[in-house]
């Protein structure tokens, strides 16, 4: 009882060091781990218990220099380069807004409108980043299951009843934006299956058919693209962690061959054949499906590297947000490169890819699973929304595009978006910090303890 109590105090006078709580607990039984297995050594040796118990202690070190120094390396460090990156994501939403609503009352309101709900979004972020993200590891069918019942109450509440703003055009709106949030949600799912073997896989594949349902009814084809490839890099990820704990070969093809065979069905059904052959040659139907590619197309052929470019003739003196619809949310990308120049484009681009990369960057040096999964499932729902909505504006409309996260104007998305880089912030932010709870084995990830020739190191240049 002696030797617990002066273990127990060494460990908290460490622990009084560091300022970052929730280490503390992962901190505590690495170093008392050490110091039992240094005192069983010195017991090996005929020494007694409790002095064994205080060499142990004694070859540890001063616990005030140990716990200071690990306060300085495990404290929580926001990282800057995404959140610069956001904010000229953001800024340069704003300037293009600015510089393309009409200069009347009514573009004046939606400029400020839209600067509101930035703003708002902000504070969103603010608050994802100060929440715990390993939230989504702990309450995982929780915060899945909620975020369904609340998918489902504004699928049912946006009937088209006494011209419930909520259902537009076939297409309950609000719904729709929800579902950006499942695959974020599901890597807390796929993290939950550890050592669920096979059946984990398949309860993943069962909570998947859930937002994918939900994506058909509301409907969205562009939101159950972003669900099969997103939640499906996340399993594969999952999978190749050896997560589940089979084979992975046979792991890949059960969670692949459905897709595969469901997308032959789809494909024998002539339904995409025919969306590929519109995205191609979208003049086979200039008056329909086809009429947004084609003035799109138009538009960009008249385009200049720098400036605004010409529209063609039979337009007949027409604006390019009078014969493009949408101009401000869809075809946004569209319309800045008809009206500053490919230039614009460029720099776009630029943005958006460099954001992406780096946050794919700092993805792949997680070393908890959960980080890993939670941080790639956001940035693939970024990447996703990013390349169809270039594609869809540069003329090739295979699917509906969402939103150009950050830029184009929708609030909605916008808000949503901002929730989600708050949690990619909040992974990268102490998601090095993090271990995974393992069901049967001792976790020995991030150990800045080891023994070497006989000697204890404690290494606290950790990153």
């Not at 014969?323 to 869809?330: A, C, E, F, Q």
Request: charged share 15%; hydrophobic share 50%; with cysteine.
């Amino acid at each position: 009882m002696q030797q617990h109590i002066k273990i127990k105090q060494y460990l908290e006078t460490i622990c009084d060091q560091i300022r970052y709580k929730k280490i503390h607990i992962d901190i505590c039984e690495e170093i008392e781990n050490h110091i039992t297995d240094q005192k069983e050594a010195f017991m090996t040796q005929g020494i007694d218990d409790e002095t064994a118990t205080l060499k142990a202690i004694e070859q540890m070190g001063d616990p005030v220099i140990i716990g200071t120094e690990l306060d300085r390396t495990h404290r929580p460090k926001p990282e800057w380069s995404i959140i610069a990156l956001t904010f000229l994501l953001l800024l340069t939403g704003i300037f293009i807004r600015l510089y393309t609503s009409p200069q009347d009352f009514n573009g004046l309101e939606l400029f400020y409108r839209q600067l509101f709900f930035t703003i708002v979004g902000l504070g969103l972020m603010a608050l994802c980043y100060h929440v715990d993200f390993t939230i989504l590891g702990r309450y995982p069918k929780t915060i899945f299951l909620l975020l369904a019942a609340i998918l489902i109450l504004l699928i049912a509440l946006s009937r088209p009843v006494n011209g419930s703003p909520f259902y537009v055009n076939g297409r309950h709106i609000y719904a729709a934006y929800l579902l950006l949030l499942f695959p974020t949600s599901f890597a807390g799912i796929a993290y939950s299956m550890r050592n669920k073997g096979y059946s984990g896989i398949i309860f993943c594949g069962l909570f998947f058919a859930i937002p994918f349902v939900l994506s058909i009814i509301v409907p969205s084809m562009t939101s159950s693209i972003l669900l099969v490839l997103s939640c499906l890099a996340v399993l594969t990820i999952a999978i190749s962690k050896n997560w589940f704990r089979v084979k992975k070969l046979y792991a890949l093809l059960l969670v692949y061959l459905p897709v595969i065979g469901s997308m032959v069905i789809v494909f024998a059904s002539g339904i995409l054949s025919k969306r590929i052959n519109l995205a191609f040659n979208p003049s086979i139907d200039p008056f329909g499906a086809g009429y947004t590619a084609n003035i799109s197309r138009q538009l960009l052929s008249g385009a200049k590297f720098i400036g605004e470019g010409t529209l063609l003739e039979y337009f007949q003196g027409a604006s390019a947000s009078q014969v493009l619809p949408g101009i401000n949310n869809d075809f946004l990308l569209t319309y800045i490169i008809h009206r500053f120049g490919w230039i614009a484009f460029i720099i776009v681009a630029a943005l958006l890819t460099v954001f992406i990369v780096r946050a794919f960057v700092l993805c792949a040096k997680q070393k908890s699973v959960l980080a890993l999964l939670v941080s790639t499932a956001v940035t693939l729902t970024f990447t996703i929304q990013s390349l169809l909505y270039i594609v869809a504006n540069l003329g090739f409309q295979l699917f509906a595009p969402l939103s150009l996260p950050l830029i184009s104007q929708s609030s909605s998305y916008l808000l949503i978006n901002m929730c989600l880089v708050g949690i990619l912030l909040s992974v990268f932010r102490t998601g090095y910090f993090i271990k995974d709870r393992r069901n049967s084995e001792k976790a020995a990830t991030n150990s800045f303890l080891k023994f070497e020739d006989g000697k204890l190191i404690i290494d606290f240049n950790i990153h």
